[in-house]
């Protein structure tokens, strides 16, 4: 089967399942995820923190929002930007921020130049998909939006990315890869947190991982 092909068809399986799951599968799975969130390292020393609020039976991050605010966390939620298409803006999101849906039908903060926290100068990006494989590779809606972001980060020192998941949306096989996929260093589920250690190459960006669960 075709590459592209492949890859949509992983698509619609794996968002067939999560849309699937029911309310209560969703809060459970919520729940977990969040407290095995605030209770990593990373996180507590963290300060500035990118969230997104759930679209196609994606995993609830609200519980998790709700934990850092309380934390005393800066959340912020990836708003699309009204110039450069393909590409995100990303504004403070507090209890009283409105909310929008945007083209895509998702929320999104209502735009607001003073809230916006440059890439630089963010410390977690919550990044979603739709699949993802045993060696960290993950597959999004196909827009190309945290693509792009994440080939930010090969280039860049910053933010950290770290994915959110439920666990259906695992697969065992590698996934059919494109040129410009970037692998996740973490993906956090409701039954596990997987880290994958970051070797570089002499002279270039390119980024080798391996399987290490915990």
């Known amino acids: 089967m075709e590459k592209s092909l492949l890859r949509q068809v992983l698509r619609n ?3 067939l399942q999560r849309r699937s799951l029911t309310r209560q ?3 459970a799975a919520a729940l977990h995820v969040a407290n095995r969130v605030m209770n990593d390292t990373r996180i507590q020393t963290a300060c500035t923190l990118s ?10 991050t609200q519980p998790l929002i709700n934990a850092l605010w309380r934390a ?3 959340v912020y939620l990836p708003v699309l930007h009204p110039f450069t298409p393909g590409h995100l803006l990303f504004l403070n999101y507090t209890p009283e921020t409105p909310l929008v849906m945007n083209r ?17 100068r963010l410390d977690i990006l919550f990044t979603p998909l739709v699949v993802f494989d045993e060696l960290g590779q993950r597959i999004g809606m196909g827009g190309g939006f945290y693509d792009r972001i994440l080939q ?4 860049q020192s910053g933010f950290y990315p770290i994915g959110l998941a439920h666990d259906c949306q695992r697969i065992t096989e590698p ?3 494109e040129e410009w996929d ?5 993906i956090i589920t409701p039954s596990q947190h997987w880290r994958w250690p970051v070797a570089q190459k002499s002279n270039s960006r390119h980024l080798i991982r391996f399987r290490s669960v915990k």
């Open 13 to 15: 399986h794996i968002r």
């Open 25 to 27: 599968a969703q809060m």
């Open 51 to 60: 969230l997104f609020l759930p679209f196609d039976g994606e995993l609830n």
């Open 72 to 74: 005393g966390k800066q």
């Open 104 to 120: 895509l039908q998702i929320h999104e903060p209502k735009l607001d130049v003073t809230s916006l926290l440059p890439l630089a």
């Open 152 to 155: 930010y980060w090969c280039l």
């Open 175 to 177: 996934l059919p890869v």
């Open 182 to 186: 970037i692998a996740l260093p973490e």
